[in-house]
């Protein structure tokens, strides 16, 4: 780990824990985080994604001392260890997806007096059918990719912007060796859905499916103060961890 650093530079240390190895580096808490941190930390999660299965931690993690990360990595070893089990060999894909509103714009006039009453409940008929038409198009289109790709899970996201566009987030969780397949059926899908604009990004260590196993874990460690950290690869850190990747 000697060519690679953390947030602010710092030096990269591997914490041998057990069948765990915990990738880690100092910080000083009067240094605020910024976004180039971020990069920082995350730059450390996928140089360990190349070699292992990582459990990166949540940026902003860290511990006083390096006794607060012996307990804390002690007390959930177990849950790392099967976290690690089932993430290990897999990969995560990313879609965003632009989805042309299919109920149109809503009126941006403000209510007089004189709507109040059936003209206003009659509005509020119509704003709440446009949501369950919006709620019933992003199924369709997640449904649709989820039919296309068959991932071994996903988490979907959709948010409407101003314009009027749907967007779709969505996380699948493939073998990391069909990384290639998957990217060979977003070209066909791409093509095939011309309503649609996809754009993929990946792959990527598996963000939030680490999160949603590990959601638990996170509540019962409470040496661990949100601040920026990093990861646990098969083993544990010192001071303040850089992403948690866990070496296979």
């Known amino acids: 780990m ?14 041998p824990a057990s069948d765990l190895a ?12 910024s976004q180039k941190s971020g990069v920082d930390h995350a730059r450390v999660i996928a140089d360990c994604f190349q070699h292992s299965t990582v459990l990166p931690f949540r940026f902003g993690t860290i511990f006083n001392d390096d006794d607060s990360l012996r307990k804390s990595i002690r007390s959930n070893q177990r849950q790392f260890l099967t976290n690690i089990d089932k993430l290990r ?16 714009r809503e009126s941006g006039k403000s209510q ?5 009453g059936r003209g206003y409940l009659s509005n509020l008929r119509e704003t709440a059918s446009r949501q369950r038409e919006r709620q019933t198009r992003a199924r369709a289109v997640s449904f649709q990719m989820h039919r296309l790709f068959l991932p071994l899970d996903e988490d979907v996201s959709c948010r409407l912007l101003e314009g009027g566009k749907l967007v779709l987030d969505i996380a699948h969780l493939i073998e990391r060796k069909y990384v290639e397949r998957y990217q060979n059926k977003f070209a066909t899908t791409s093509a095939m859905m011309r309503e649609c604009h996809l754009q993929v990004s990946g792959p990527w260590p598996p963000y939030h499916f680490v999160h949603r196993l590990t959601r638990g874990t996170h509540a019962q460690t409470p040496a661990a103060i949100p601040v920026p950290a990093g990861g646990v690869v098969g083993s544990v850190p010192a001071i303040a961890p850089e992403p948690v990747a866990v070496l296979a």
């Open 22 to 33: 915990i990738i880690v580096s100092e910080h000083n808490p009067s240094e605020s985080l």
């Open 89 to 104: 060999g897999k990969t995560e894909m990313h879609l965003r997806i632009f989805v042309d509103d299919c109920c149109g």
């Open 2 to 15: 000697e060519s690679v650093h953390g947030v602010s530079g710092n030096q990269v240390f591997l914490y």
């Open 112 to 116: 007089s007096a004189d709507t109040v």
